[in-house]
Structure formats: structure tokens, C-alpha cells
């Protein structure tokens, strides 16, 4: 009796895995160069030649290099809003209250300052499309800045039950108005070391911005009563 192996699956497979490989390494070298060099200096060519594939990979997988960057941007998108949404989740199933729940968010917001150069790649990317906007109106909102604001405007809401829905959000604007302006100063050197014996820390405006917000809620909370 001859026994058949039949490989076709198996080849099948391993097509999938390799084409999955490729579109991730693709991804990978785009968002680099993106961040680096901004969507203009990051050439079709550059990219393919750093994720060691050919030229056509590009449009087999993204169709595009207009739609390559909009995936980098869906796939990363994607990560930072799961890591904060974890962080309100992972607070609120500790019960903690707002005052942690608020700390454990504005830590994992300000985590890319704490990376080293290859980790603050996303954070440069999210600057350069904010000075040069070329994602689809509403993109940025949709994939990240909505379902990050109504997680935090549900826990703020639970934590502070005197306060209408209106306030809520204004709570939630103001503190991550707080974080964006903390990030975008050490980031951009406003707040430069060098003109400190004792340079502000991540840490010490994680604190302060928690504490800024919270007292403020409880100023408001206490109005509302």
C-alpha cells in the first residue's frame, strides 16, 4: 500500500505565514521611515529595501503607498489605544479609585518618554502627521481619541456620580489636555534639563497632573452637591 502525503496544505500554509511575514515586515520598515524621514522623504523603494522584499509587495498587500500608511498608522492606532484602555480597565477591576485609576492611565500615556529611541518611533509618527495631516478626516478620532475618551469619561462618570455628562467631559479634555502638553514639552525640549539643578521627571508630572485633576473634580463634585 503507497501512502500519500498530500502538500498542498502544507504549502498553503506556509504561503500564508510567509505572506504574513512579509505585510509585517512592510509595516514595520514603513512606520520606521515614516517617522524618520515623514511620508514624502520615505520612498516605495527605500521602504521595500529595508523590509528585504521586492517592489511589488507594496501593492500586492497594501495596494499603495498611500494605503500602506494608513495601515501603519490603523496597526499602531490599534496598539496605544488598547494599552490605555487596558490601563483604565486594569485600574478599575483593582477598584481603585479615580485618583489611581487617573495615575495608572496618565502613566501608560507618557510611557513613550520612558522608551529609547526605537520606541519613541510611534510618538514621532503621531507628530509628523499632526504638522502634515494626511490621513482620511476623522481617522485619528475614530481609531484612537474616541474610545480612549469615553473609557476615561465612564470611570471619571462612576467615581463621580454628582457631576452632569457635560462636566465629565470637560474633566476628561482637560486632562489629557494636561498629558499632551506634559508630553509635548519634554518631548520638544520646552522644558530643557539644562536650565535646572533639578530637571522636572516624568514622574513628578504624572503627580501632578493627577492631583491637579482630581482636586479639580472634587471642587466640582462638591458644587454639584
Not at 501593492?59 to 499602531?76: D, I
Not at 467631559?169 to 499632551?180: A, N, R
Request: charged share 30%; with cysteine; glycine share 6%.
Amino acid at each position: 500500500m503507497v501512502t500519500t502525503v498530500d502538500t498542498t496544505s502544507d504549502a498553503a500554509a506556509r504561503g500564508d505565514v510567509g505572506a504574513a511575514d512579509t505585510r509585517e515586515r512592510l509595516l514595520d520598515s514603513a512606520e520606521d521611515l515614516f517617522a524618520q524621514r515623514g511620508y514624502a522623504g520615505a520612498s516605495v523603494r527605500d521602504i521595500v529595501a529595508a523590509a528585504e522584499c521586492n517592489l511589488a509587495a507594496v501593492n500586492y498587500h497594501f495596494g499603495g503607498k498611500k494605503n500602506l500608511y494608513r495601515e501603519v498608522f490603523r496597526r499602531r492606532l490599534g496598539a496605544m489605544r488598547e494599552q490605555r484602555l487596558a490601563a483604565v480597565e486594569d485600574a478599575e477591576r483593582g477598584e481603585r479609585d479615580l485618583e489611581a485609576t487617573l495615575h495608572v492611565f496618565a502613566a501608560a500615556f507618557l510611557a513613550p518618554l520612558r522608551e529609547d529611541s526605537r520606541g519613541q518611533r510611534p510618538l514621532r509618527l503621531m507628530l509628523r502627521e499632526i504638522a502634515d495631516p494626511l490621513l482620511p478626516h476623522g481617522f485619528l478620532h475614530r481609531e484612537l481619541i474616541l474610545p480612549v475618551n469615553r473609557a476615561l469619561a465612564s470611570a471619571v462618570g462612576r467615581a463621580a456620580p454628582e457631576l452632569t455628562e457635560r462636566d465629565v467631559l470637560l474633566c476628561v479634555q482637560s486632562f489629557l489636555g494636561q498629558l499632551l502638553n506634559a508630553m509635548h514639552a519634554q518631548r520638544l525640549a520646552v522644558i530643557d534639563p539644562e536650565d535646572h539643578d533639578d530637571p522636572l521627571t516624568d514622574a513628578e508630572l504624572v503627580d501632578h497632573v493627577v492631583r491637579f485633576t482630581v482636586a479639580g473634580i472634587t471642587r466640582l463634585r462638591c458644587e454639584s452637591r
